[in-house]
């Protein structure tokens, strides 16, 4: 049965080594990825920099006229680098100034958090399985699902003020106001990625060997000594990756954060991958080639960030 | 330096009962070697000694003051570990820092110390060098110098030896009992190894089982082994052991005719086990077992036969200097007056009389 089946498979192979030669098989494997690959990553990246160096309301690219590096030079003409006003794209680098904020606070939050937890995940305790995947659960969520949750929390009329009136507290406008809004992006994308973050951890405090807690216990070493001395210099590598990783993502945020404040109130959370987004789609012009170059020049700064990933993880590898 | 005391020490996992009431006195300044087969809680009992895990009964004395609370720090021992433990992100001389620096040691002292132990155990060379760039041999130096440092009142030693390759293990046997003469130290050092054991101790203590079978100097061990177990254990090749049974004037191995024995009080007619270790065997013209040359390895110096008897019972033969015996002689092999153990089949096993 099973050598019919295969007899039946194999003819087309068979006919194709008998063409090509057995030394080109293996691009025959190859292609069918190739394809994919070429068609979904290669051929957008190129369309991108057609876009970014094209000008005009056009959406067909060969309507498009070349205009080379305008587009760049429009975002990157300002006054003063200093004042987001004085720049030409404004919303650009408002957007530009809230996402290195975001990704300061963002993620100095969620490696911190996330060392905390995998801490105390890796320590015997009663349910630590169940808490793993408590932590873990997040992620597994889609990013709309995330927000529709917290927005259920956040808005005027949500949990979390109906708790504080319940309690005798006022109504905060946590999405109507800047700081607010802005606090509780970080906190709903920290909740959504942190379950990620804690499980390379977890896995490198794992790596760790026993026995070097037990000569520090031999050594008589106090618990803060052996944290600084042995446990954090140990899960350096792994820090590593989660920081360049988190980094990456941080700039990268936008879905959940897009359907929890859409950016708003005003752009006090619009970062740059929603600027690119409403550049290109959602004005009633669409300025593609603007959004275009933009999010070259956000590939540029992903690709420094990875290749810092793939030291990180290379060193981590050592 | 300090001496050592169990009393009745009980270890349990749950329902499982590890370690069945141990007793036993380390004197100041001794090697006491622990050995026995995998799981015989050799390794249980010198973590419990060690404070890294904690007796279900009993008492650990040091230096007649009882420590089951205090904590492995503040019972002033120091580890060897098996995979050496040593911290690889420091250097050879932050891993031999480390201890003395949470005593708030002053650096001088510290110096001093880490001086002194790379001197002796000649890894001065290797002070600026992370564990990751060491041999196996240099780790193990390292390792040991890590607890020197520490002067500590009982060395502890986790079947350290057994991740070297063998002509390095022979080297750092003999190294450490010459550190042991030097720093007079009381040592406890555990090995599934009897050959470890019986060329390092000065008393070797066997368990099986979570039991103490044996307590005594590595001689006497193989001497007047208490039972049948550790006679088997203690000795390379091990001992032979034959069934047999009690006869008027000696002991009849099964299938075979009597072997001469003097008298003993054991009721005739007993079934008994008859231990005679390979070198107690001779090659004789007339009497003794008859049997058939399997297999003869020759080391030189020496030559190990083994044979099978006409009753099916294999043994070895250990004969000195070189043999002309060769794979089916016929072979006749007889004990050595006065070098026969005789043990019960029952009762433990324990030994009933050396004939």
């Known amino acids: ?318 | 330096m300090a001496r050592l005391a169990l009393r009745g020490i009980v270890r349990d996992y749950g329902t499982l009962r590890v370690i069945h009431g141990i007793d036993l006195d380390v004197a100041e300044g001794e090697f006491v070697v622990f050995v026995g087969p995998s799981g015989c809680g050799k390794s249980t009992l010198l973590r419990m000694i060690a404070g890294l895990d904690k007796p279900t009964g009993g008492d650990i004395e040091i230096d007649g003051i009882r420590v089951n609370d205090r904590s492995a720090a503040e019972r002033g021992l120091a580890m060897v570990f098996q995979s050496y433990a040593l911290y690889p992100h420091m250097t050879v001389r932050q891993n031999l820092a480390f201890g003395l620096e949470n005593q708030r040691m002053p650096r001088a002292e510290i110096d001093r110390r880490i001086a002194d132990a790379a001197r002796m155990l000649q890894i001065e060379h290797l002070l600026a060098r992370k564990p990751g760039q060491l041999s196996g041999g240099q780790r193990q130096r390292v390792a040991i110098g890590r607890t020197v440092t520490r002067e500590p009142g009982i060395f502890l030693f986790d079947e350290p030896l057994s991740n070297l390759d063998a002509e390095l293990r022979v080297q750092m046997r003999v190294e450490l009992s010459q550190l042991h003469k030097r720093l007079r130290a009381t040592m406890i050092y555990v090995t599934h190894d009897q050959t470890e054991a019986m060329t390092m101790a000065d008393r070797i203590v066997v368990l099986r089982a979570g039991r103490l079978e044996q307590a005594g100097s590595p001689l006497a061990l193989y001497n007047h082994p208490a039972n049948r177990f550790v006679a088997g254990f203690i000795g390379s090749p091990r001992m032979n052991f034959l069934p047999a049974t009690v006869s008027p004037n000696g002991v009849r191995v099964d299938g075979l005719d009597e072997l001469a024995l003097e008298r003993f009080a054991v009721a005739q007619g007993a079934a008994v086990s008859l231990g005679v270790r390979p070198e107690h065997f001779e090659f004789v013209d007339a009497g003794g077992l008859p049997g058939t040359v399997d297999l003869v390895e020759h080391m030189g110096g020496e030559s190990y036969v083994y044979v099978t008897l006409a009753n099916g019972e294999r043994i070895t033969v250990r004969r000195p200097g070189q043999t002309g015996l060769v794979g089916g002689s016929n072979v006749r092999a007889a004990v050595l007056q006065g070098q026969a153990h005789l043990f019960h089949t029952s009762e433990g096993e324990a030994a009933v009389a050396r004939l």
């Open chain 1, 1 to 318: 049965m099973r050598a019919a089946l295969a007899r039946l498979i194999d003819w087309p192979f068979e006919a194709l080594q008998r063409a090509l030669g057995a030394a080109r098989m293996p691009y025959v494997f190859v292609l069918p990825n190739l394809l994919v690959f070429g068609i979904f990553v290669v051929l957008p990246m190129l369309l991108n920099i057609w876009y970014a160096t094209t000008s005009g309301a056009e959406l067909m690219p060969g309507q498009r006229p070349f205009t080379g590096l305008a587009n760049f030079a429009e975002l990157l003409d300002c006054g003063n680098y200093l004042n987001v006003a004085s720049c030409r794209q404004d919303r650009f680098w408002r957007s530009v100034d809230n996402t290195l904020w975001f990704v300061a606070f963002q993620v100095i939050t969620m490696v911190v958090l996330s060392l905390i937890t995998a801490l105390v995940l890796n320590r015997k305790m009663a349910l630590r399985g169940f808490f793993r995947a408590v932590f873990f659960y997040p992620v597994l969520l889609s990013p709309v699902v995330v927000a529709l949750i917290w927005k259920w929390i956040l808005q005027p009329d949500g949990v979390l003020n109906a708790i504080l009136v319940a309690n005798g507290g006022q109504r905060v406008p946590f999405l109507l106001d800047p700081s607010w809004s802005f606090f509780w992006t970080v906190v709903v994308s920290v909740w959504a990625h942190m379950g990620f973050y804690v499980l390379i951890l977890l896995a490198g405090l794992q790596a760790i060997p026993p026995d070097l807690y037990e000569a520090a216990a031999m050594d008589g070493t106090p618990q803060w000594r052996v944290f600084w001395r042995i446990t954090l210099p140990l899960l350096m590598p792994n820090m590593a990756v989660v920081l360049v990783l988190g980094l990456i993502r941080a700039v990268q945020a936008f879905d959940e954060i897009y359907v929890l404040t859409g950016g708003g109130p005003g752009t006090a959370t619009q970062y740059i991958v929603q600027y690119i987004y409403e550049t290109a789609f959602a004005g009633q012009v669409h300025i593609m080639g603007l959004a275009a170059a933009a999010s070259m020049l956000v590939g540029g700064v992903l690709l420094v960030l990875t290749l810092l990933q793939l030291l990180a993880s290379a060193r981590a590898k050592q």
